[in-house]
């Protein structure tokens, strides 16, 4: 009997320890740069599904503009919707 506790509680400690990898794999910080042929500096995207944000930094004027991640910016990021700016992935 007392085995049986042991595994179940070596079982339910190796659940929690996955549960926890799971969500710390989850959120990610995802980072785009975008081009544009008029305007003289990049945009710096980054998406952070850990903090619920998204960062826009215009790189060579060294502004940062925060904005919280909701259903809408998401998609919005997702499809790259900035207006005459070509996006790919960065670092």
Request: hydrophobic share 45%; charged share 25%.
């Amino acid at each position: 009997m007392r085995s049986v506790f042991i595994r179940a509680v070596l079982l339910g400690a190796l659940a929690a320890l996955a549960l926890l990898v799971a969500k710390r794999a989850w959120a990610e910080k995802t980072v785009f740069i975008c081009t544009s042929s008029t305007a003289p500096s990049p945009l710096r995207v980054e998406k952070d599904t850990d903090q619920n944000t998204i960062m826009v930094e215009d790189v060579i004027r060294s502004t940062r503009d925060l904005y919280p991640l909701t259903q809408v910016s998401a998609r919005w990021l997702d499809a790259m919707h900035l207006e005459g700016y070509e996006c790919r992935p960065g670092q």
